[in-house]
């Protein structure tokens, strides 16, 4: 935990020597994280700005906009 910061942000970490937030959105949301698990942080980022997310299962690679979804059902979330 980082003194005088929220609990959602974690605190930092170096990636080749440029320093990234890491922030928990599980926390963020408040959703309660299982002790048992063990957690990995995704570096993400888009130009000059990144960050890290932590999360409990390893993401696969995507590149954005390389599947076509099409809504099945209507909502916010749709197709989600």
Do not use: K, M, Y
């Amino acid at each position: 935990r980082v003194p005088n910061t929220r609990p959602w942000f974690r605190g930092v970490v170096s990636q080749r020597g440029v320093l990234l937030p890491v922030f928990d959105p599980a926390v963020w949301a408040g959703l309660e994280r299982d002790a048992g698990r063990r957690l990995q942080i995704v570096a993400v980022a888009l130009g000059a700005q990144a960050g890290g997310l932590v999360c409990e299962d390893s993401p696969t690679l995507t590149a954005p906009g390389a599947e076509l979804h099409t809504a099945e059902a209507e909502g916010a979330l749709s197709p989600w």
